[in-house]
């Protein structure tokens, strides 16, 4: 699934920067879903809790962690919330096109779906389908019908 292998690089990349700009190793970083998509594609609490273990601001911790993080091709923009989460947003107009390629897409539609990645305008509700197709499994031909 595609959403596991940017979820895979961004935990070894927060680990990193985690360990490089704070001082301390985290092994347990969740990226999960916010509960509304509007609120961005992943989130994590790990430069928080590193934070509150080391008693320092969680918004200027999570500040120096995102500042200069080097995200993956299929991620826009990371963003230090006041609470010390940090929070991921997607490229979601090339997230399905990749997606839809990753499942053999069909050539003949390629040019439609191709605008989708310049665009990179993917409402929330197509979003959670495209997301929807990515851990079900589900077949090209379904992520192009949400763009018809």
């Given at each position: 699934m595609l959403?596991?292998?940017?979820?895979?690089?961004?935990t070894e990349t927060l680990q990193s920067r985690v360990?490089?700009?704070?001082?301390?190793?985290?092994g347990d970083?969740?990226?999960e879903d916010p509960p509304d998509a509007r609120d961005g594609?992943?989130?994590?609490?790990?430069?928080?809790?590193v934070a509150a273990l080391l008693k320092r601001d969680p918004h200027a911790a999570a500040d120096s962690v995102a500042s200069g993080?080097?995200?993956?091709?299929?991620?826009?923009?990371?963003?230090?919330?006041?609470?010390g989460d940090l929070t991921?947003?997607?490229r979601r107009g090339a997230f399905a096109f990749e997606l839809w390629r990753r499942m053999g897409g069909d050539a003949a539609d390629e040019h439609a779906l191709a605008?989708?990645?310049?665009?990179d305008k993917v409402d929330d509700a197509r979003w959670r389908a495209v997301r929807r197709n990515d851990t079900s499994g589900g077949d090209a031909q379904a992520i192009v019908e949400l763009f018809r």
């Open positions: 959403v596991e292998e940017i979820v895979d690089q961004l360990l490089a700009i704070h001082g301390q190793p985290v970083v969740r990226l594609d992943l989130v994590t609490d790990v430069v928080a809790r993080f080097p995200l993956p091709q299929l991620v826009k923009s990371v963003t230090a919330e006041a609470n991921f947003r997607f605008r989708l990645t310049i665009e």
